[in-house]
T-cell receptor, first 118, second 113 residues
Framework: DQQVKQNSPSLSVQEGRISILNCDYT??????FLWYKKYPAEGPTFLIS?????DKNEDGRFTVFLNKSAKHLSLHIVPSQPGDSAVYFC?????????????????FGKGTHLIIQP | GAGVSQSPRYKVAKRGQDVALRCDPI?????LFWYQQALGQGPEFLTY????????KSGLPSDRFFAERPEGSVSTLKIQRTQQEDSAVYLC???????????FGSGTRLTVV
């Protein structure tokens, strides 16, 4: 039973246009969401995150939107560049009450392979 | 070091062989995680350390998998009597705090033949 779902295995976008990657989750305890980017033969690289108390977070060309009622988040990349071609993973975590410092384990989606076409 | 370092990068093991995978986290990072990524899948949580304490090992698929972090820095994931289904990329990640995200290593690709 997948708690984090990325229903599009791949997405092709023209250079300069907007890329929109979608992610749905089922666990209502998730309160922190992250996007990672992965190139072949490398580990995932942290891109951007959002806490459940927000509905939008922006960092340069990357914006993440969170719709808690729909249990849906999306990553917008604009404008898309050739170097953005990679696999993008959506990930989520739930606070463990009283855990204090340190991070919590992540639940990942299966990833979306974004291809930016020149 | 500047990043999370994992060794070896690639490991081929014969079925039944024991393997040990090493992770050097970023200096000062309290939290350390191991993930398993099968082909075409996202990373799946295996186990979590806070300093030397293994706080969560619920993701370890069987008792053939064992992880340790005796001095709160370097961690080793050991797989005994490897099986073909253990073939995957094993990723290590470390973190200072939740809001700072996790830094992943490049992973160890294990192939069991």
């Amino acid at each position: 039973d997948q708690q984090v779902k990325q229903n599009s295995p791949s997405l092709s976008v023209q250079e300069g246009r907007i890329s929109i990657l979608n992610c749905d989750y089922t666990n209502s305890m998730f309160d922190y969401f992250l996007w990672y980017k992965k190139y072949p033969a490398e580990g995932p690289t942290f891109l951007i995150s959002i806490s459940s108390i927000k509905d939008k977070n922006e960092d340069g060309r990357f914006t993440v939107f969170l719709n808690k009622s729909a249990k849906h988040l999306s990553l917008h990349i604009v404008p898309s560049q050739p170097g953005d071609s990679a696999v993008y993973f959506c990930a989520a975590s739930a606070s463990i009450g009283g855990s204090g410092g340190g991070a919590d384990g992540l639940t990942f989606g299966k990833g979306t392979h974004l291809i930016i076409q020149p | 070091g500047a990043g999370v370092s994992q060794s070896p990068r690639y490991k081929v093991a014969k079925r039944g062989q024991d393997v040990a995978l090493r992770c050097d986290p970023i200096s000062g990072h309290v939290s350390l995680f191991w993930y398993q990524q099968a082909l075409g899948q996202g990373p799946e949580f295996l186990t979590y350390f806070q300093n030397e304490a293994q706080l969560d090992k619920s993701g370890l698929p069987s008792d053939r998998f064992f992880a340790e972090r005796p001095e709160g820095s370097v961690s080793t994931l050991k797989i005994q009597r490897t099986q073909q289904e253990d073939s995957a990329v094993y990723l290590c990640a470390s973190s200072l705090a939740r809001s700072s995200g996790y830094t992943f290593g490049s992973g160890t690709r294990l192939t069991v033949v």
